[in-house]
């Protein structure tokens, strides 16, 4: 390993491990929404109907909504985990080409923050916004290096 490389890989190491835990976090929570894709509490206190009422009574729409939430998961999975394996590669092998891939994590979180904000969901576009923030910040000190 030359001396360049061992600069480069030192010091995209921190950003590349924030933006590989901010992936992960991404990860769990898909794959948390993707097992209960629908909270009855958060149903009801949107709604202010059961959600154990509402599926009784529109069965084919409560199937379409938890449908549609494990897609959706699944899909914010797959970015996470995509971030994941390429930050975890990028850490391995530095290569200045490599961040720039890793870009995709701080778009689609920034996206999410965009759907939650304008759909009233202040919180979680707020800790989305925050994510998609600190991915950013991350990946603008690893082209510093």
């Not at 709604?47 to 599926?55: L, N, P, R, S």
Request: a negative charge.
């Amino acid at each position: 390993m030359n001396a360049e490389s061992t600069s480069v890989a030192t010091g995209l190491h921190w950003p590349l491990t924030v933006v590989m835990i901010v992936a992960g976090l991404l990860v769990l929570v898909g794959l948390f929404v993707f097992v209960t894709p629908v909270d009855p509490n958060d149903f009801e206190s949107t709604t202010g109907v059961a959600w154990q009422e509402f599926e009784a009574s529109a069965p084919e729409v409560a199937d379409y909504l938890e449908r549609e939430a494990r897609l959706l998961a699944a899909g914010w999975s797959g970015v996470g985990l995509f971030a994941l394996v390429a930050a975890a590669k990028a850490r391995r092998t530095p290569a200045r080409e490599l961040p720039a891939v890793l870009w995709v994590l701080p778009g689609a979180l920034a996206a999410g923050a965009v759907v939650f904000v304008t759909g009233d969901g202040l919180v979680p576009g707020a800790t989305y916004g925050a994510a998609a923030i600190g991915a950013a910040v991350s990946l603008l000190a690893a082209r510093r290096t």
